[in-house]
């Protein structure tokens, strides 16, 4: 807060004041209802917010040239939260795993339910961990390959702030059962309501600081970074048009029926995918990899034209979710079609980015960060191949409603997403703590292979799962009936669940050293670098980003 000029913060008093009277008045009006619990819970946090900048209202104002500096802040608050939802969002999931090999740890409560863990943990992972690594990653980026601190002070905390506000509620309302029954789109019309105003505010800031930057060029992350924050914005709105049952309960009706609400849900939810966990993170790739790898991106003509190939031929993928449904056929012909020629675009990324590490090999070797992000990228490869194949009508017969599913988005999930966000973590954490050194690189290699085992542990035993499954549930006897039960299929995937316990396990307990190493690399004085504004005057005549072709 002392970093804020009086006039900011009393603006962030206001903020959080109208932010607390909102969840006052969702707490009068859903009293006997979730509703009413996020409302108290709305105000509690807004109203903390509040007394904070209270507290700070009258300290002298910053002395700090904003001309000469970038505005970290809100990326190390974000880095530190991303990290905590990791291990939240992760321990559930280890949790929900070893309720599938040992049912009786569910406790016999209804909030301790597969069914409300499970998005406890999906929407943990992916919007908390994921979703707050891409906020913290996109303002370290755009300001460095703009050349302009951040066009504002208080959007950035209200970006970030709102975003985690948004994903206390989705969380806690799981617990309760509350949801809307759409996969990566649980929460309520109220919350949803709220994270557009915050997705709004994203979206002018980074527009807005592309505007004021002083290098001519837009560097290809910025493209991936509004590719997700654009796109993600239409996805969110269109899926959840939605008629509340009351204004005062958590209940909504979908704007949608029948097939076309499956549509609907498809189109949003294997774009989120797309545009979450593939445009944003390759954002990240297309910055730190080059950055650590100090070589050239092998083709940045390439980077470009595999945006535009993501762009253009993930919008039409959804439909092969719906195969052998009520979905008309050339629907489903269609999504077919554009997830096998999604397979170019998606190789370009990864091949790209492997070769860019030509020349820098003996880095990989020496260098666990940089060995994250390789491996991510050739995970990234794999699981876009993937899911071509897993696509194809035939295929998919065999593959869906199978832990074959299952295996495939934890292979993008684990061994993209987490790889190469944990990676560009242990990239900028230094940089923007200006340390000299992570605080033990010993413990980068732990949670490497730790991430790495676990990842192919699960994988694996997902895959075997998933065909077993696929091919118990289609064996037929000789006077045409199923050769196995449910039951039977269930008694033969019991290995591959513990082993699936096995492998999530250890990568939680990669997440927890990670965690651990950031937070003792910020307490660590006795790596503590120079202090020093970013850019020197050295560094306003350097590339902002590694030369490209």
């Known amino acids: 807060m002392t970093r804020l000029t009086t006039i900011e913060r009393q603006g962030a008093m206001l903020l959080s004041g109208l932010i607390a009277f909102a969840g006052l008045a969702l707490a009068v009006i859903g009293r006997g209802d979730a509703m009413g619990v996020h409302g108290w819970i709305t105000l509690i946090l807004a109203g903390t917010l509040f007394f904070i900048a209270g507290n700070a209202a009258y300290a002298p104002e910053p002395t700090e040239d904003r001309t000469k500096s970038y505005y970290d802040d809100p990326t190390k608050i974000g880095l530190l939260l991303a990290l905590f939802w990791a291990v939240i969002g992760m321990g559930m999931g280890v949790w929900v795993a070893a309720q599938l090999a040992w049912p009786d740890l569910r406790f016999d409560a209804a909030w301790s339910s597969f069914g409300r863990l499970r998005p406890v943990h999906t929407s943990g992972v992916i919007f908390g961990f994921g979703g707050n690594a891409l906020i913290a990653t996109s303002f370290h980026i755009m300001q460095r390959t703009c050349r302009a601190r951040l066009a504002g002070h208080l959007s950035p905390w209200f970006v970030l702030l709102g975003f985690n506000l948004f994903c206390i509620i989705a969380a806690s309302g799981y617990l309760m059962g509350v949801t809307q029954s759409k996969e990566y789109a649980e929460p309520e019309w109220y919350a949803d309501i709220w994270l557009v105003i915050v997705w709004i505010v994203y979206f002018i800031l980074y527009i807005r600081t592309l505007a004021r930057r002083n290098e001519p060029h837009i560097y290809v992350a910025n493209w991936y ?162 899911g071509s194949f897993m696509a194809v009508r035939a295929v998919n017969s065999l593959s869906h409603y199978t832990d074959w599913t299952v295996g495939h988005v934890h292979a993008g999930a684990m061994g993209w997403v987490a790889l190469i966000s944990f990676g560009s973590i242990y990239a900028v954490v230094p940089v923007i703590w200006r340390k000299e050194s992570m605080y033990s690189w010993k413990l980068v290699e732990w949670h490497f292979w730790l991430a790495l085992g676990g990842t192919v542990i699960y994988v694996f035993a997902m895959w075997n799962s998933g065909i077993t499954q696929g091919l118990m549930w289609r064996t037929y006897t000789e006077s045409g009936t199923l050769a196995y039960s449910f039951t039977d299929t269930l008694v033969a995937m019991h290995p591959y669940y513990v082993a699936r316990a096995i492998g999530g396990s250890m990568f939680l307990a990669g997440a927890v050293i990670g965690a651990f190493n950031v937070v003792m690399t910020i307490r660590n004085v006795s790596h503590a670098a120079p202090q020093r504004d970013y850019p020197t005057e050295s560094e306003a005549n350097e590339p902002a980003v590694p030369a490209a072709e």
């Open 225 to 386: 970074y509004l590719a997700f924050i654009l796109v993600v914005a239409i996805l969110h709105i269109v899926n959840n048009l939605a008629v509340p049952a009351s204004f005062g309960a958590a209940k909504s009706y979908s704007a949608f029926s029948g097939v076309q609400d499956a549509m609907t849900q498809w189109w949003y939810g294997h774009n989120a995918v797309a545009f979450f966990l593939t445009s944003g993170f390759l954002g990240m790739l297309y910055y730190f990899l080059p950055k650590r790898a100090e070589r050239p991106i092998y083709s940045y003509r390439l980077s470009i034209l595999s945006f535009w190939g993501i762009v253009f031929f993930y919008i039409w993928a959804g439909s092969h979710h719906l195969h052998y449904t009520a979905l008309p056929m050339w629907v489903q012909t269609l999504g077919m079609t554009f997830s096998v020629m999604l397979l170019v675009p998606s190789w370009a990324s990864a091949g790209n980015a492997l070769m860019t590490l030509n020349g820098a090999w003996q880095k990989v070797r020496d260098d666990a960060t940089l060995r994250f992000m390789m491996v991510a990228a050739v995970f990234y490869g794999l699981s876009t191949f993937e």
